[in-house]
């Protein structure tokens, strides 16, 4: 099991910014975060003010990637997904996309199921950086 504040970027009482642990694209299309709420709402339609609010968070992280020169653009994405015989929870994905990707311009290929998918996740001096940058920001 990982150590769950590793890969934390930023948090408050409400949620947490993290590196994906099991990051669904490959580090040569970029990387991936997740941005977790910490009450238990299964769905936007259920809280949307707390969606709203973690819409912000995740808007204001995607610009930080772009001005720090980490990505040249990217994804965010609540997926709703309801996998067989698990409670769902809403958490949104923010995917930094390269242009130097081989599906740069096109949408995400996303793996069917979860993973581990064999890609890296954020090193250490990566998410240090994006730690202080978000300081700022949030």
């Known amino acids: 099991m990982p ?9 408050n009482e409400e ?3 993290q590196s994906a642990f099991k990051p669904a694209i490959p580090r040569t299309e970029g990387f991936h975060l997740v941005l977790l ?16 609010r973690m819409s912000r968070v995740a808007a204001i992280t995607s610009g ?11 994804n965010i994405q609540y997926n709703g997904n309801l ?7 809403m958490h949104i994905h923010i995917f930094a996309r390269l242009k130097t990707g081989d599906d740069w311009g096109g949408p995400l290929k996303l793996p069917r199921s979860e993973g581990p998918y064999g890609n890296d996740p954020l090193t ?3 998410v240090a950086r994006l730690r202080s940058a978000l300081v700022n920001r949030l």
């Open 3 to 11: 150590d769950e504040k590793k890969g934390v970027l930023w948090e």
């Open 15 to 17: 949620m947490s910014l």
């Open 37 to 52: 709420q910490k009450k238990d709402v299964p769905s936007p339609w259920s809280n949307p003010e707390l969606y709203a």
């Open 64 to 74: 930080a990637l772009i001005e720090l020169g980490m990505a040249d653009w990217a």
């Open 83 to 89: 996998d067989a015989g698990r409670k769902p929870k």
């Open 124 to 126: 250490d001096e990566e």
